[in-house]
Structures are given as C-alpha cells and as structure tokens.
C-alpha cells in the first residue's frame, strides 16, 4: 500500500470541499471495498477523507409514503429494517445474498453502490486493463472471459457490475441524492447513475470529482411477491454468474432486473411486457444486442432457467 494521509470529516460541506479541492482525495465509509483495492495497489488516493461521523446513517419516511436510506446506513442495518422486510423485500433478500454478515455489519449503502468490477483482469496489474490503465487494451476479451458481460459492453471493456443491492433497487425504481462542493444537490435515477462502457470504461457512474451520494430514495411501496436469485460458482463468497430481481403483481405483470451480465445493472421494461409469454421470450427481449464469448454464452440460457424459477417460486408463494 502507496503512503497516503487521513482526516475524518467533520461536516458534510467540509468532507465534499476537501475531496473537490485535493488531487487524489478519496472518501472513505466501511473500506470493505476500496481498502482491498488499495492493498493491491489497484486505487492509489493520496488522502482519504473519512465520512463514517457525518449525519448520513437514518432511514427515514418520505412524504409520499416511500423511504429514504442514508448513504452511510448500513448494509446489515438496511436489510434487517422492519420496514424493508415488509414493503421492499426484494432489496432485504439481494443484501444478504451479497456478503457475510461481517461485511454487511461494515459496508454501506453508498459504498455498495459505488464498488468496482471483479473482472480478474482488473485484479491482475500485470495484464492490460482499460478500467485500471484507460489505454492499455482488455485482457479480458481474448482471455479468460465465463464470468464476464454478455451485453451493455464494448471493445474496451466487458467488465461486470458485480454488486446484488443494486440490481434489487433497480426493480424498486430507486433514486440516488448527491451534494458536490458548491452545496448543490441533484437527484438521479438509478439507470442514469451508472455509465455503459464505450471507449471510456474507467468512468463507471455519473459523478463529478468530490461528489457524495448522500441517500437512496424508494418510492412508496408497489406490492407484490419480491425475489432475489442469484446464481453463482459456490454458495458463500461468489459473485453473480447470473442473478435475477423480481416483482411480480398478482395480475401478472412483473419488474425484472438482472445483475452478473452487463456492466451495470440490467433491466429492459420493455420485456417485461413480455412476462406472459414466459421466461424464454422475457429474457429474448430483455438481451436483444446481446455479444456473449464463447466461454460466457451460457449466460443466456441461464437467465432464462432463473427467471423460470422466480416466476415458479412467485406463484407458490401467490398460492
């Protein structure tokens, strides 16, 4: 690990000023994802600004009978909430299958949000990786590529998103509230928040220098049978080959998302029209564009088979 200096923000306008303003700053919350990074030597900030005493940690209700989640409420805390379990069950269930219980007890929403790619050749700084070293060319591509996108990449890239919260949220139509140094604040919607790769993969979100996500917004609840499957090499400490988010509506209609298959979480309302048709049809709409390797091509009819389950597991439940 490079030498690096530390500080623990006292303000919210402090910590957002200091990261603006300083070349190489980072924030820090839980670590659980970029401390590993930087024992790697893969993120090298100069300064970390710590955000674990600011005012971000409550959930509260919104006006409109939704919730909002502040960015540095806990991963644990957020899916063990009474109110979560009830009314956004999807997201409790995407949570626990993402971790331990040691690191939900540690991570946080906003860090959850913002982990990176667990593409090993991001992982590997001996081998090209446009992600790590924007220029330098994609190992992945014509290596080793099973757990890699099937859709949403690029030349550049086909990195994964590899995180379960986020996929979940996206069936919520959940929102992400931001403050940058001038004290403004700005709202975006989740399929805004993260950024394809194109011939820019380093750039992974929509956020400017010293930026915060400060709290996640759900709209009031939709109802609904919520799942979360998530397939995966092995059955603790495995990312997503394949997860699929569900909502689905005692009249049939459904909000589908799936994560372990592009570089962002991955959702197509428009095949979700298609739920009546079946699993086959949902996941022929929803992966329309689709450029699988040869090693990750299962990917496709591993989503259909999932969402089969969800959609088998949801009318058990309905029953």
């Not at 290596?143 to 550049?156: C, Q, T």
């Not at 956020?207 to 090499?233: F, N, Q």
């Not at 909502?247 to 197509?268: E, H, K, L, M, Y």
Request: proline letters at 6%; charged letters at 20%.
């Amino acid at each position: 690990m490079i030498p690096f200096t530390y500080e623990r923000a006292s303000s919210l306008s402090a910590a957002v000023e200091k990261v603006s303003r300083t070349e190489g700053a980072r924030y820090i919350a839980g670590g659980t994802n970029l401390l590993d990074l930087m024992k790697l030597q893969i993120e090298r900030p100069t300064h970390l600004v710590d955000i674990q005493d600011l005012a971000l940690d409550g959930i509260e209700a919104t006006s409109d009978g939704g919730l909002r989640i502040g960015a540095l409420v806990s991963n644990a805390a957020l899916a063990t909430d009474p109110r979560v379990r009830r009314d956004y069950g999807v997201l409790s269930r995407a949570i626990v299958a993402g971790a331990s219980g040691q690191l939900r007890n540690a991570a946080s929403v906003g860090g959850n949000l913002l982990q990176r790619t667990r593409c090993p050749y991001f992982y590997d700084l001996n081998l090209p990786c446009n992600k790590r070293a924007p220029g330098s060319g994609c190992s992945a591509i014509a290596g080793f590529s099973r757990s890699l996108a099937v859709i949403g990449a690029s030349e550049s890239c086909i990195a994964t998103y590899p995180g379960d919260m986020a996929i979940a949220l996206r069936t919520l139509d959940a929102t992400i509230e931001t403050i940058n140094a001038a004290g403004e604040r700005r709202t975006l919607a989740l399929d805004e928040f993260y950024r394809l790769p194109g011939d820019t993969p380093q750039l992974e979100n929509v956020l400017a220098k010293g930026e915060l996500i400060t709290a996640v917004t759900l709209p009031k609840p939709v109802g609904g049978t919520h799942l979360y499957h998530k397939v995966r090499d092995r059955a603790s400490y495995a990312f997503a080959l394949v997860s699929v988010a569900a909502i689905i509506q005692p009249d049939g209609s459904a909000r589908i998302a799936f994560g372990g298959v592009a570089p962002r979480p991955w959702r197509v309302p428009e095949a979700e029209a298609e739920i009546g048709r079946g699993p086959h049809r949902v996941v022929e709409r929803a992966f329309v564009g689709a450029s699988p390797t040869q090693q990750n091509a299962f990917k496709l009819p591993l989503a259909e088979r999932t969402l089969g389950l969800v959609m088998q597991q949801a009318k058990g439940i309905g029953a």
